[in-house]
């Protein structure tokens, strides 16, 4: 069974850091791409980052460029996203997902969520 | 402002088929698959069609999508309480060196 238990969310400052953790298991994780999706408080989806199976590559939204770096650690079947210089609009429940396909939004299955505050 | 455009909202009663319409531009739609989420209040996202049209196993085929130049729709036919949801439209966009883009979302209301 596939399953994507994420971790780290809480509370964090304004200009501070937080890394979120997704633990991956079930599933061949080093050949699927991974995302992270957030979702502010009784806002919509947006899409924040992914990074491809074995290639790397990364992407990012443009709000959190320079800012949030995503990265795995294939051999622990985990995918981290460590969010620098935090802002109060980057408070929201994040979502690490797999992607079905190539980097392309097709995302099969999610975790439950952890919950980022930034706040002062 | 979503780069997806979506409708906030949408409602029919039981058994009627409603749509959700989804509008993009070249970069995005245009030119890659569009996918669709269903979140239940309180819950992760379910991925409930990908590439454009297709199901995942498990999803009845009350549900549809379907794509046309820089638009897409997704039906939902034979409406269910149970389909009381926000549904949210996605491709990825090759624009600004690629990235992810969502809808802003609908809520679907069972009257």
């Known amino acids: 069974e596939v399953q994507l238990v994420e971790s780290g969310g809480g509370l964090a400052q304004p200009g501070g850091s937080l890394r979120l953790s997704c633990a991956a298991s079930?599933?061949?994780?080093?050949?699927?791409?991974m995302n992270w999706v957030r979702q502010a408080p009784g806002k919509g989806l947006e899409w924040v980052s992914y990074?491809?199976?074995?290639?790397?590559?990364?992407y990012y939204t443009d709000s959190v460029k320079g800012r949030f770096t995503v990265s795995r650690d294939n051999a622990k079947n985990s995918l981290y996203l460590q969010m620098n210089s935090l802002r109060a609009e980057d408070t929201a429940v994040y979502y690490c997902?797999?992607?079905?396909?190539?980097?392309?939004?097709?995302?099969?299955?999610w975790g439950q969520g952890t919950l980022v505050t930034v706040s002062s | 402002q979503s780069v997806l455009t979506q409708p906030p909202s949408a409602s029919g009663t039981p058994g009627q088929r409603v749509t959700i319409s989804c509008s993009g531009s070249?970069?995005?739609?245009?030119?890659?698959?569009v996918n669709w989420y269903q979140q239940l209040p309180g819950t992760a996202p379910k991925l409930l069609i990908y590439?454009?049209?297709q199901r995942p196993s498990g999803v009845p085929d009350r549900f549809s999508g379907s794509k046309s130049g820089t638009s897409a729709s997704l039906a939902i036919s034979g409406l269910q309480s149970e389909d009381e949801a926000d549904y949210y439209c996605?491709?990825?966009?090759?624009?600004?060196?690629?990235?992810?883009?969502f809808g802003g979302g609908t809520k679907l209301t069972v009257l």
């Open positions: 990074i491809g199976g074995t290639s790397g590559n990364t």
């Open positions: 070249s970069s995005n739609i245009g030119s890659n698959t």
């Open positions: 997902a797999r992607e079905k396909a190539t980097a392309g939004t097709e995302l099969d299955y």
């Open positions: 079930g599933f061949s994780f080093s050949s699927y791409g």
């Open positions: 996605a491709a990825w966009d090759d624009s600004l060196n690629g990235r992810g883009v």
């Open positions: 590439s454009n049209n």
